[in-house]
Every structure is written in structure tokens, then in C-alpha cells.
């Protein structure tokens, strides 16, 4: 079956400015979570998206938003970019079951 | 922020040789997962285990869960150059629905 797929892969955006990442989860996985990935501060948990509710969120601001349709793909939003958003960004999949997750290859932001 | 730590941050080894990773984490858990990064790709999940297990295996992996202790850590046995990455425990809290993620320790196996 397709994996997690997470569009784009690269991304080069100028502060101030706003992206949207998307990502497809396996076909029959309702839930999607997003991670953000720095050397700094390591893996983080944005938030999930359960059956299109966001069921829990990180510690995050304002500016990262996220949502989920009906077919279970989701977005992430980040408005008013700052330099320190530049990361990996992850998206990944599951059952929301307590089971493993599975990641897409993640998309790389650089904020310039 | 991060739920624990991993030990060593790095480790470097020969072909042929076991690597042990050691993973401590703060909360109750669900369960516990093991991914592996290869240089700045997605992660891929290894192997779960959960909070009532003391010991799995998976191919040439093993893990093992100290719940008392708030503590795992996974074994490669007869590493080869291709397990060169990054590994990451993960818990899944008794919350549920998001992981917590450890530091990672970067593995080098040399031909």
C-alpha cells in the first residue's frame, strides 16, 4: 500500500510570509500528526487530527495551524514566518488506535 | 519538549559488532517505539512495545521496557553499514494520541 506522502519536500520562504504543507496518510488511517524537527529542539509534537477534530495540540503559537478533511489528508499552516521555523517538518500516520506511526519523508522548510 | 533521554548520543562500532541504545522517559506510558532516521529523511518505525511487555523481538532488533526503572533500551545485533542512522525511543503516553521523542543516539557502523 502507498506510504505518507508529504508535498512539497523543499520549501525556501521569506520571513513574514505564510506556507502550507500537506500530507497524505495511508489509505484507512484516520489519524494525522505533525512534528516539527530542529538540532536544537529535537522532534516535537504539533498537533493530531482524528476523523477531521484536532484531538491534541503541542506547545506551539498561534501561527501553526493545522487541518483535516474528510478523505483524512491534512495541512499544517504557518503564518508570519520567522527564521527560527526553518526545520524538517514530519507528518505521520496511524489507526489512532495506540499502534506504531508511520512517516512521510517530511518536508523541508527554510525561512530566509 | 522532550519526554527523557538517550544514551550515548552517539556511537560508533565495526561491522559485525552490537549496538545498545538506552532510552529513559518521565511519565506512564502506553507504549514505548523505537524509529530510525537516516540523515535528515522521515523516520521508520522499528518496533512497539508496550507497557505490560518486558521484551520483544524483531529480526536482529530486541528491546527491552523497565517500567519500574522508566527505562528502555534496544539491541542490533551483528550490525551492518546500513544500520548508519539515527535512533529515536518514542513514548506514547497513557494521554495518548501524540509521541514524545527522545534525543537520539547517531550509530555509525564502519565497514
Known amino acids: 500500500k502507498a506510504g505518507v506522502t508529504q508535498t512539497p519536500r523543499y520549501l525556501i520562504k521569506t520571513r513574514g510570509q505564510q506556507v502550507t504543507l500537506s500530507c497524505s496518510p495511508i489509505?484507512?488511517?484516520?489519524?494525522v500528526s505533525w512534528y516539527q524537527q530542529t538540532p536544537g529542539q529535537g522532534l516535537q509534537f504539533l498537533f493530531e487530527?482524528?476523523?477531521?477534530?484536532?484531538?491534541n495540540k503541542g506547545n506551539f503559537p498561534g501561527r501553526f495551524s493545522g487541518r483535516q478533511f474528510s478523505n483524512s489528508r491534512s495541512e499544517m499552516n504557518v503564518s508570519t514566518l520567522e527564521l527560527g521555523d526553518s526545520a524538517l517538518y514530519l507528518c505521520?500516520?496511524?489507526?489512532?488506535?495506540?499502534?506504531?506511526?508511520?512517516f512521510g519523508s517530511g518536508t523541508r522548510l527554510t525561512v530566509v | 519538549s522532550q519526554q527523557g533521554e538517550e544514551d550515548p548520543q552517539a556511537l560508533s562500532i565495526q561491522e559485525g559488532e552490537n549496538a545498545t541504545m538506552n532510552c529513559s522517559y518521565k511519565?506512564?506510558?502506553?507504549?514505548l517505539q523505537w524509529y530510525r532516521q537516516n540523515s535528515g529523511r522521515g523516520l521508520v518505525h522499528l518496533i512497539l512495545?508496550?507497557?505490560?511487555?518486558r521484551e520483544k523481538h524483531s529480526g536482529r532488533l530486541r528491546v527491552t521496557l523497565d517500567t519500574s526503572k522508566k527505562s528502555s533500551s534496544l539491541l542490533i545485533t551483528a550490525s551492518r553499514a546500513a544500520d548508519t542512522a539515527s535512533y529515536f525511543c518514542?513514548?506514547?503516553?497513557?494521554?495518548?494520541?501524540?509521541?514524545?521523542f527522545g534525543e537520539g543516539t547517531q550509530l555509525t557502523v564502519n565497514p
Open positions: 512495545i508496550r507497557s505490560n511487555e
Open positions: 511519565t506512564s506510558i502506553n507504549n
Open positions: 489509505s484507512g488511517h484516520r489519524s
Open positions: 518514542a513514548t506514547d503516553a497513557t494521554s495518548g494520541s501524540r509521541l514524545t
Open positions: 505521520a500516520s496511524s489507526t489512532g488506535n495506540l499502534g506504531g506511526y508511520t
Open positions: 487530527y482524528f476523523s477531521e477534530t484536532q484531538r
